[in-house]
């Protein structure tokens, strides 16, 4: 039989997350980079397989995706489930403090469902979770994407610490597509400057970089610089954004040119940001966003 065929497949642990806001309220939910991911790639069209990976008796992976489009779900087993507690600083919510509370068992290479898909993307939230060996692996099989945080985000005693990833130099060049946050990018190169990071990563190896923040979206390919501002009206939803961004851009990447997939990412999730969870517009909300604010 033959295997399904996809346009993304989204590698990554959903997270019993517990957020406590500035003004002190304290919010459970579920959610993870797999997720936010799934419903953006699949929001925009795109045929979407998701491998979540949790303790059945913590949460139905199913159930998750089930108000998603078009979305197929490869659910596999841990004995323990990933949450994590974070702690927003600042009503922007771009300051935050996290603590792991629990973790999975990490993924195997010889477990990720053998789905032919045009883009594997790795989308794991802690150091450990998703080893270079499932980097390879996505390599191997078709174009990687890769979100630097599963990479340089550490779970030491509960405390979350960002590290540089110590192979950065050997595996970067099998990535296709690299995402990593504005602070994510100074830890992997040493420089604020987010172009100049870019750059650096380019240089050793990655063949596509974005790089997300609060007021815009980064793209370089080795030619040229692409940016393109967030606009949104609200951040209640602020978290996700990187997730849902990076997701929305490759899944668009696959049809379009870098400006016209960045625009569309960049709309889509800054109408995200308005609502908390994943998002759960249309194209159409997307078309007539960029309409309105761009």
């Known amino acids: 039989m033959q295997a399904p065929s996809f346009d993304l497949l989204i590698i990554g642990e959903p997270s019993l997350d517990i957020n406590t ?21 699949s929001a925009l069209g795109n045929r979407t397989a998701v491998v979540p990976k949790a303790n059945p008796k913590d949460m139905d992976m199913r159930a998750l995706f089930a108000k998603a489009r078009n979305v197929t779900v490869f659910p596999l087993e841990s004995a323990g489930s990933t949450s994590i507690k974070n702690v927003y600083h600042t009503a922007d919510r771009e300051r935050r403090t996290c ?3 629990s973790r999975i068992e990490p993924y195997a290479a010889d477990e990720i469902p053998k789905a032919d898909s045009r883009v594997i993307h790795i989308a794991g939230l802690v150091y450990g979770d998703i080893g270079n060996d499932v980097i390879a692996l996505a390599a191997r099989r078709a174009e990687a994407a890769v ?17 540089d990833w110590k192979e950065k130099k050997e ?17 992997l190169t040493g420089t604020p400057d987010r172009a100049q990071a870019a750059r650096r990563l380019f240089a050793w190896g990655a063949k596509e970089i974005m790089i997300t923040h609060n007021t815009e979206a980064l793209v370089y390919d080795g030619r040229e610089i692409y940016t393109c501002p967030l606009r949104p009206r609200g951040l209640a939803g602020r978290t996700g954004r990187g997730d849902t961004c990076f997701a929305a851009y ?3 990447r696959l049809r379009a040119g870098i400006p016209e997939a960045l625009l569309t990412a960049s709309a889509l999730v800054s109408l995200k940001m308005e609502t908390p969870g994943p998002f759960m517009g249309t194209r159409a909300d997307v078309e007539e966003y960029i309409r309105m604010f761009y």
């Open 250 to 252: 490759l899944g668009e």
């Open 99 to 101: 603590t792991a509370v």
């Open 21 to 41: 806001d500035y003004g002190g309220e304290t919010v459970r939910e579920t959610g993870g980079a797999v997720v936010y991911a799934g419903y953006a790639a």
């Open 147 to 163: 979100d630097a945080q599963c990479l340089l985000r550490h779970d030491e005693g509960g405390g979350m610490v960002f590290r």
């Open 171 to 187: 595996m970067l060049p099998l990535i296709r597509f690299l995402k990593t946050d504005a602070a994510e990018a100074e830890i």
